[in-house]
């Protein structure tokens, strides 16, 4: 009973950390699936561009386009190989972004959620920062 | 305003009225829909309502019990659903809101299909499907459709019954998106199979379409025709039409030219119905990012197709579905999204195609959990299906009767 309660203490700890690392950040909301090849092929280049983004106040977050069980989405995330954070549906809810029409899609939003950008099909590593400077946010 | 003015607008506004100009949508009359006790158990979802030519009809649905996928049907039998039976069932199955098993019927005759993870670890899978042919005691043993041998997807299929209990299949081949460097092309082939399961023909229908849109197909006075979401060079993604006419497939046609690009998937495929020489095409389009679902009509079994009406558009995540009443009538299922909680929605409209009536079915989700609504005319009733997902999923159904 211990272990459980624990357990679920350090997801809601893991969820309200992952909340607070990203709060003041300008966000790149990556929509994938399991099932969507174009998914799979970007997400190697989002790895790496959330690394290079990591230090200048901008945070590559995924969302499973699925909607599985949060179990089964993290599974689905290693198996890709997704090593950007995704969101709980909880988190998406309260982005309050309209469930895109085409997968990938990917949109740029202000530190306040505010929408600026949406980019809809595979995108390249140039597009995405492209988009970032067009913004003001990346030289 | 003088009284002159008032009386002028509301002659103005009476003529526009009476003359259809300015469509009034109504919900259906109490009465008019009716909602079955369903016959899927909770934790059911992935539905399909499906009939034959004498009236019959059939639901089924995939159950989950941790891992294990269990394919199911029931028959209608007066306003009852009969006792569900198994037709498959699996722990290896890939199990997918927008790809899912489907049963066709056919005088008798039925056969069934689902998706087989073909290798682990990945998303490889293979369609299987099984024949119960008239008046045998049990489905066949199950047999993959394609015989590419690749690990590779294999999906989005549609069935159509044909002559002397044949059934055409039609389905999304990836066998060359593992031919090539990084991802090869998604092509749609289809295949013509006997009551029992043997393999009477195949094709490559188109060797570059949408990797992950629905296709779906249909008998006219002129033979098969089947609808897909096609893929230019340039990344257009519109809805395109073949036929199989005289013994020959046409080459694949734009239905109209959205000039959708996108290098993405819309996992939204088209539908068609068809009634001898009269045939109905609703499809999603979403090009500078505005959501539409548009219908086209034809009465030449597809040689000529009207321009789109539009049936939906900014609020709507498509997820079509078309029906052709015997009255002509057609009806188009899609998916309202104006509200937080999505609603199924139907669009009856004339054989011409003028807007006569709008209907909603039940609330739904947009949520990608609540699938695809499923439509099934019989006479001029539609059967819907859907899944319910405000507390456990379950599989419910419901008929309208247009009179």
């Keep these: 009973m211990f272990g459980k309660l624990t357990k679920i203490f350090l997801l809601v700890l893991l969820s309200v950390s992952i909340g607070n690392a990203e709060e003041g950040n300008w966000r790149i909301v990556n929509y994938w699936s399991e099932w969507c090849a174009p998914c799979r092929i970007e997400i190697p280049m989002f790895n790496s561009l959330s690394e290079e983004l990591a230090d200048k106040n901008i945070s590559i977050v995924g969302v499973n386009f699925d909607e599985d069980p949060r179990e089964i989405t993290l599974e689905i995330a290693e198996e890709l190989g997704v090593s950007f954070p995704t969101l709980t549906m909880a988190q998406v809810g309260e982005l309050a972004l309209r469930p895109p029409d085409v997968m990938p899609t990917t949109y740029i939003l202000t530190p306040e959620n505010e929408v600026v950008t949406k980019l809809i099909g595979m995108q390249k590593k140039e597009d995405i920062l492209k988009e970032l400077v067009k913004l003001g946010i990346e030289n | ?403």
């Design chain 2, 1 to 403: 305003m003088k009284t002159e003015n008032l009386q002028f607008l509301l002659i103005f506004i009476a003529v526009f009225v009476s003359n259809g100009l300015i469509a009034a949508p109504q919900e259906l009359s109490e009465g008019s829909i009716e909602y079955f006790v369903s016959p899927a158990p909770k934790n059911s979802a992935l539905s399909r309502v499906v009939s034959d030519k004498s009236g019959r009809i059939y639901l089924s649905w995939v159950s989950q019990e941790g891992d294990l996928a269990r394919f199911e049907y029931s028959e209608l039998m007066g306003n009852d659903w009969s006792n569900p039976e198994t037709i498959s069932e699996g722990d290896d199955w890939f199990v997918n809101w927008a790809d899912f098993p489907m049963l066709s019927v056919n005088a008798g005759n039925m056969a069934a299909l689902w998706l087989r993870m073909s290798a682990k670890g990945t998303y490889d899978y293979n369609i299987e499907a099984s024949f119960f042919a008239a008046g045998a005691r049990n489905w066949s043993e199950a047999r993959i459709i394609h015989n590419d041998g690749v690990n590779a997807e294999h999906g989005f299929v549609s069935m159509l019954p044909m002559g002397g209990g044949s059934t055409m299949f039609t389905w999304l081949d990836g066998r060359n998106t593992k031919l090539e460097d990084g991802y090869g092309e998604m092509t749609l082939r289809a295949g013509v199979f006997d009551a029992t399961g043997n393999k009477l023909n195949e094709w490559e229908l188109d060797h570059r379409v949408c990797d992950c849109c629905q296709t779906s197909s249909a008998l006219t006075a002129k033979g098969p025709i089947v609808v897909y979401r096609d893929r230019s060079e340039n990344e257009i993604r519109d809805t395109s039409v073949i036929r199989h006419i005289n013994g020959k497939w046409t080459e694949p046609e734009s239905i109209h030219n959205d000039n959708w690009q996108i290098s993405g998937c819309p996992v939204n495929g088209p539908s068609v119905s068809a009634n001898e020489e009269q045939v109905a095409v609703a499809w999603f389009t979403a090009k500078d990012d505005t959501p539409k679902v548009q219908l086209a009509l034809s009465a030449d079994s597809g040689d000529s197709f009207s321009s789109p009406i539009v049936v939906a558009s900014l609020k709507t995540n498509g997820r079509v579905g078309t029906a052709i009443l015997d009255s002509g009538e057609i009806v188009v299922s899609w998916m309202d999204t104006t509200e937080a909680d999505a609603v199924i929605m139907l669009s009856l409209f004339s054989a011409e195609g003028k807007l006569l009536d709008n209907y909603k079915v039940a609330k739904s989700s947009a949520s990608r959990r609540s699938g695809f609504p499923i439509i099934e005319e019989v006479g001029n009733s539609v059967y819907v299906s859907w899944t319910d997902i405000s507390s456990v999923s379950q599989v419910k159904v419901a008929r309208l009767v247009f009179e």
